[in-house]
């Protein structure tokens, strides 16, 4: 799967960072370790195509609800990657580590509820990624965070422990089950679950896993560096990534959409830097396991299965995968857990349709990693499912 897209004639202070990108993508992310710097225009201390190609690697599978309007993800479609720019440099809160703000530009903002839209709409989420030799690039992805109708009442901040995962990201390979995030129907607001967007503003936003589409990820340097500023050729004539002016999606000027300059200027925006304190994990083990009809050793077609999930932390979830052949079929997703990290029990149906008479290998991807308390690894293979007639 290729994360890069390369549309209309970039400078050449972009195409250059570009070319080296595609080559270190073609050998393999590893010829050029994280700490060895090369070249580093934005003077962060970072080497400038390392930080291209951890951009890439790690923006996520992004999800929309099937109420889009219609031009609602202009000018993103199915045939035409969306613009993101990001932002990345030495966490400011731990330098050994990467912060990566990606701000997410759309024509316009439609709304929904409350005739609340507008032209231009910039969407913004942050990753933290640390040092993980096991990882093309050196890095793995650390932490999560969102934040759904920044600086108005309805503001809403998910934040999600990554494990240090070489995987998570669209382009490194990360399932679109796990490697996520949701954006609210014809809003865009940006949520780290299904349920807390549809829990979000009030109850007005909503999400689903209904379609996604493609985007091309551009680093824009430092704000004293730019590497990236008109732009005029990432889809946007008249709009700036280093602007005071609010952003309008190169349409009229009356827009109420945010700055691009705000969002990457923001350390509040960042993901965290450091593990969660003690304090706030739950006194019990972290497991996930299904559980067959009368704990038979198979399921029949038409019947249901038992997904159970206990958490280590308030806020947890476990994705159970079912695969046949090395193909996965199907998916269920638990409830994210609530304060007091009781266990999610949820039934999933086994129906012919999805289920072919078979044998399923089953793998659970569990949000706390076990580096903080956790007693299963963060992805764990469970006994294969056996569907009979």
């Known amino acids: 799967m290729t994360a890069l897209h390369v549309r209309g004639k970039l400078p050449a202070r972009v195409f250059a960072p570009l070319i080296a990108l595609l080559a270190l993508l073609s050998v393999g992310a590893t010829a ?26 790690f923006f996520p599978w992004v999800w929309f609800d099937s109420g889009e309007d219609a031009g609602c993800t202009d000018p ?42 507008h032209s ?18 050196g890095y793995g992805a650390f932490a999560l965070k969102t934040t759904a109708h920044e600086g108005t009442i309805f503001e809403h901040v998910d934040e999600r422990m990554l494990g240090n995962s070489c995987d998570w990201g669209r382009a490194a390979g990360g399932s679109p089950q796990v490697a996520r995030v949701y954006a609210a129907e ?31 990820v551009f680093n824009v340097g ?26 309008s999606g190169s349409l009229d000027r009356g827009s109420n959409a945010q700055t691009v300059r705000r969002k990457f200027t923001q350390d509040r925006l960042l993901a965290r830097a450091i593990e969660p304190p003690p304090s706030t994990r739950c006194d019990q083990p972290a497991v996930a396991w299904y559980q067959n009809p009368g704990n038979a050793p198979v399921v029949r077609l038409g019947q249901q299965i038992l997904v159970i999930a206990a958490g280590v932390m308030p806020g947890e979830n476990a994705t159970f995968t079912f695969s046949r052949d090395g ?33 399923y290998q089953v793998r659970v991807y569990y949000q706390e990693p076990s ?4 007693s299963v690894p963060r992805q764990a293979s469970l006994p294969d499912l056996v569907v009979v007639a």
């Open 371 to 374: 580096s903080v308390g956790g």
């Open 186 to 216: 014809n809003k865009h607001a940006l949520y780290a679950s299904d349920a807390s967007c549809d829990a979000g503003a009030l109850g007005n936003d909503n999400c689903s896993q209904s379609f996604t589409l493609p985007f091309t």
């Open 327 to 359: 193909t996965q079929v199907a998916s269920h997703t638990t409830r994210w857990a609530n304060d007091n990290c009781v266990i999610n029990q949820e039934y999933k149906l086994i129906d012919a349709a999805t289920f072919p008479v078979g044998t």
């Open 32 to 57: 050029v370790p994280a700490t060895a710097v090369v070249a580093d225009v934005d003077g962060d201390g970072l080497d400038d195509t390392v930080e291209d190609m951890l951009a890439t690697r």
């Open 222 to 247: 430092e704000d004293n560096a730019r590497r990236i500023d008109e732009l005029s050729a990432y889809q946007f004539p008249g709009e700036y990534a280093w602007s005071d002016v609010p952003f």
């Open 76 to 117: 993103t479609s199915q045939a035409n990657p969306g613009t993101v720019l990001a932002r990345v440099h030495p966490h400011p809160a731990d330098p050994g580590k990467v912060a990566i703000v990606y701000a997410m530009l759309y024509r316009r903002d439609c709304g929904d509820w409350f005739g609340g839209g």
């Open 120 to 137: 231009g709409d910039v969407e913004a989420f942050s990753l933290t990624l640390a040092p993980n030799a096991a990882c093309p690039g």
